[in-house]
């Protein structure tokens, strides 16, 4: 299934996605050159984020409709108001994550 497009949202590529995650992960470690993700009213549908440590990162807003969080470590990252439609949180660490109205697929 195709993820549906938002217009009003900018559309991240996984280079975009991989190169600011990568810098978050260097902030995280406290090594020079990291910058936080602010991924805040994004589109990143469909990419992969698997594995990465993005805990405190910014997805408010964000369009995560499958996106692949698999193993990643999202612990204190905000998801208010996050599109997490089909996405793939299987083995997320998302302690103390703000899941305050996100909006998600419905139980079948």
Do not use: I, Y
Request: hydrophobic letters at 40%.
């Amino acid at each position: 299934m195709t993820p549906a497009r938002h217009t009003s949202f900018a559309r991240l590529t996984q280079k975009d996605v991989s190169t600011s995650a990568a810098r978050h992960e260097m902030l995280q470690t406290g090594r020079m050159g990291g910058a936080r993700a602010v991924f805040a009213f994004c589109d990143l549908s469909g990419l992969d984020l698997s594995g990465r440590n993005l805990g405190d990162a910014d997805f408010t807003g964000a369009v995560l409709e499958e996106t692949n969080f698999e193993g990643a470590k999202l612990d204190s990252a905000s998801f208010f108001g996050a599109d997490l439609r089909r996405a793939n949180l299987a083995g997320a660490s998302l302690r103390r994550a703000d899941m305050r109205a996100p909006r998600c697929a419905a139980p079948t």
